[in-house]
């Protein structure tokens, strides 16, 4: 079972008259997708794929050849963004929270009655997917918080009458598990103390854990992809040894080693196995943009025709249990991501649909991998976008910092950096020193650098925009959510006269408080916090220096700040407390609370008001284009 994750979505809005006709409207942006993410059954009959049903995004379900397709689920309020196939091909499973608050709970949808059922049906738990296998198509092995609520014990669920069974319980410290092919659990993977890595092994269920792998808290993040078929060893990302992380075989017996692919500067990003026979057919690596080497050569010609079906960076989305068909879907940085059917029989392509038609007609702006030198001589990748038909000099620049931190921005169409571009702003994404993806060196350069060299490798970006000529230095704007978000932050409290304006969604103002205050079931992750951030017990004051909070009386340019109030991440508090401090010193902030809403906008009616505010917002003092706001996208009554 997969989970299609990044998916936008929002309420229909009310069409605006005389808008210039290269003018995207946010709706079209923001809005629901008109179709997504689909999924082939695993008897490869039927096609499921997410499209609006009254306005909220749900599951529908289409025999494969024929237009007869229907809506299945009945999602009234968040919408449905995370599902897959039971393995029985008659029903569908999905996860959905509530109001943001991030505790998933599993449901099951009957195609035939449409009937759905709770399968997790405990307040307050957050369930997580740990693992499903063909040969055992009734069972679904399920992570839950249930007796502690910072623990994550795995029970098995009988997807036939809903029995939920204890299988291993977590000593404390497991942080993901892993299963083999007879649906065991065998691998748990757990952060030491000094914030490195832990994998332990077991024979067999009830069989004593033993540790298999240790490593430092210098290596990347890594951890085990798959057993083998024979589940004699497991595939391994894992950086020692290397700058990045290479996939590893490793024998649970022996500790025989074998290489099976890597790059000496990017990380492993992805592998491909397959379904049912559990072979290892291809891996990704994401460079400047997404690269595939195929490992196993009976799906080399496949590879073949599909590099030759149409522009973009291609994966496999979706495939049947007898690997006859596959969903494949195409990205690109200027048009809407493009889904097709593929036959390996006839090695043909046929298309299903675009997720976002209307966006084919503007011409949407091209997405250019850049690098410059940091002011310590590091090399620093990310990327620019430039406004269409805009003579691309001394343009208005948002800053668009990513979220994570330990994450980075990859090429491909991204819809608020589109937004910005067509609005008429240069977008500038950085991969700062201790972003992902680019090896162990430049991971382990981040740390204990939050409003450090972190943040000074965003200055230094956009120093680079100046001097070549495409930013305005007197428009500026600091942009981003989450870790984006107090990067923000950082940038207007500490370094007040670097930018124009600030956006910051739902970030943290105090790493003391932030870090006290984590979710529970975030415990395992305390050890790494502390490591790459600092100790909220024995360094407060380092904390407190790196922390804009204690800096909001430096602060000049006009911030606005959006924030859920359920985050379970970055609590309502972190925000509420930046807010103060600035309306204390007459400071210039406006302040939207979403009621109903977490670590984000998932709710349509959410996200095109946040959209159409901080449109104003950047408009007002960037003084690029405006949309005027729907009657359904008015903020008024968001404001505190």
Request: hydrophobic content about 35%; some cysteine; charged content about 25%.
């Amino acid at each position: 079972m997969s989970f299609p994750f990044r998916l936008e979505r929002a309420a229909a809005a009310q069409p605006k008259k005389d808008l210039p006709p290269d003018l995207i409207p946010r709706e079209i942006l923001f809005g629901n997708p008109e179709r997504a993410s689909p999924q082939i059954s695993p008897d490869g009959k039927k096609l499921a794929y997410l499209a609006p049903h009254d306005g909220v995004l749900n599951v529908w379900v289409r025999t494969v050849g024929k237009d007869d397709d229907r809506v299945v689920t009945s999602d009234k309020k968040r919408g449905i963004r995370f599902f897959g196939w039971q393995f029985d091909s008659e029903h569908i499973l999905y996860i959905q929270d509530r109001d943001g608050d991030e505790n998933w709970h599993f449901y099951q949808t009957n195609l035939n009655t449409k009937n759905t059922r709770d399968l997790t049906p405990f307040e307050g738990v957050q369930a997580q997917p740990i693992g499903t296998d063909p040969k055992f198509p009734d069972t679904f092995l399920v992570g839950l918080n249930l007796e502690d609520r910072r623990r994550h014990d795995v029970y098995r669920i009988n997807l036939k009458n809903g029995a939920v069974e204890l299988d291993t319980r977590n000593p404390g410290d497991v942080l993901d598990w892993s299963v083999d092919h007879n649906l065991q659990v065998r691998a748990a993977q757990a952060f030491a103390p000094d914030g490195g890595t832990v994998i332990r092994i077991r024979e067999k269920p009830g069989a004593e854990w033993r540790e298999f792998q240790r490593w430092g808290p210098e290596e990347s993040f890594g951890g085990i992809y798959a057993f083998t078929p024979d589940n004699q060893s497991v595939w391994i990302g894992s950086s020692v040894g290397a700058n990045a992380v290479r996939l590893l075989e490793v024998n649970l017996t022996t500790g025989a080693t074998r290489v099976i692919a890597e790059d000496p500067q990017y990380d492993l990003g992805g592998v491909m196995i397959n379904p049912k026979t559990n072979r290892l057919e291809a891996v990704a690596f994401v460079r400047a943009r997404t690269e595939w080497q195929v490992l196993d050569p009976a799906v080399k010609a496949d590879f073949d025709v599909l590099r030759q079906v149409r522009d973009g960076d291609f994966s496999v989305a979706s495939r049947d249990l007898e690997d006859k068909t596959w969903v494949v879907a195409y990205v690109l940085d200027n048009a809407p991501v493009t889904y097709y059917l593929y036959d390996r029989s006839t090695k043909r392509a046929t298309l299903l649909f675009t997720n976002r038609p209307a966006l084919e007609k503007y011409k949407l702006a091209k997405m250019q991998p850049i690098s410059f030198k940091a002011r310590d001589g590091m090399t620093i990748h990310g990327y620019l976008t430039l406004p269409v038909d805009k003579e691309p000099k001394n343009l208005p620049l948002v800053l668009n910092v990513h979220g994570g931190p330990w994450a980075r921005d990859v090429w491909g169409l991204n819809n608020e950096v589109q937004w910005l571009a067509n609005r008429g702003y240069a977008v500038l994404q950085i991969n700062f020193r201790g972003s992902t993806g680019y090896g162990k060196a430049y991971l382990n350069a981040g740390d204990r650098e939050w409003a450090g060299k972190m943040h000074t490798d965003l200055l230094d970006g956009k120093r680079w925009a100046i001097e070549q000529g495409y930013a305005d230095p007197n428009k500026v704007c600091i942009y981003g959510g989450s870790y984006g978000g107090y990067a923000t932050l950082v940038g207007l409290a500490f370094t007040p006269e670097e930018f124009t304006c600030g956006v910051d969604i739902v970030g943290p103002s105090n790493l003391v408080t932030l870090l006290k205050s984590i979710p529970p079931y975030w415990e395992p992750l305390r050890a790494l916090f502390r490591r790459r951030v600092g100790h909220e017990e024995t360094e407060k004051e380092f904390l407190e220096s790196r922390s804009p909070l204690f800096r909001a009386s430096q602060i000049k340019a006009p911030l606005l700040i959006a924030q859920g109030a359920n985050d379970p991440r970055v609590p309502q508090k972190e925000s509420d407390q930046i807010v103060e401090a600035m309306r204390k010193n007459n400071l210039p902030v406006e302040y939207l609370v979403f009621p109903d809403e977490g670590h984000g906008f998932a709710r349509p009616e959410n996200r095109l008001k946040f959209y159409a505010a901080a449109e104003a917002f950047l408009a007002r003092y960037l003084g690029g284009r405006v949309e005027p706001p729907g009657e359904n996208e008015k903020w008024d009554s968001l404001k505190k």
